[in-house]
């Protein structure tokens, strides 16, 4: 079963369109060609993440990470490395094919920077809510009367 009918959600809600989609998008990738490069995806503290991207043999020059439309896109491109003559390659395990990965960023979600270390690309994320979005207080006033200033007619 990978297609859901969203037509009750869309009777039923005002500005869901982008979840549906979302949830759409999910169940119809092909995962074979989503396999690679593998990632993690971790929640370091209450308001920051990390995704971990494994991009060995991937130099800071061939890779690329963009935030547009609401997500990021992570990529890398192999630039082509001459072989010696004399090297002939029995089994190439290692894989040195270009890539795209695609993220879909909650709101208020922001890249705040990127590593790569030993074949690791980082890329921290933080959630930063704008203050009028935050949840406040509202006082609540008691029902005690005020005091009245009697009024007298002019004469």
Do not use: C, W
Not at 59 to 87: C, F, H, M, W, Y
Not at 128 to 136: D, G
Not at 141 to 153: D, F, L, N, R
Request: hydrophobic content about 40%; proline content about 5%; overall charge negative.
């Amino acid at each position: 079963m990978r297609t859901f009918d969203m037509t009750p959600l869309y009777r039923s809600s005002v500005g869901f369109d982008r979840m549906a989609a979302l949830m759409d998008r999910a169940l119809s990738a092909d995962n074979a060609s989503q396999s690679y490069p593998p990632y993690n995806i971790e929640k370091t503290g209450e308001d920051a993440y990390r995704i971990t991207l494994a991009a060995a043999g991937f130099s800071e020059d061939e890779l690329n990470i963009e935030t547009r439309e609401g997500q990021i896109v992570i990529s890398g491109a192999k630039t082509p490395v001459e072989q010696k003559e004399s090297v002939e390659i029995l089994h190439r395990g290692i894989a040195a094919r270009s890539f795209e990965r695609r993220f879909q960023l909650a709101d208020h979600v922001k890249v705040t920077g990127a590593t790569l270390e030993h074949g690791l690309l980082h890329v921290d994320l933080v959630r930063e809510v704008p203050e009028a979005l935050k949840p406040r207080t509202i006082q609540i006033a008691t029902g005690s009367p005020k005091a009245v200033i009697e009024q007298h007619e002019a004469a």
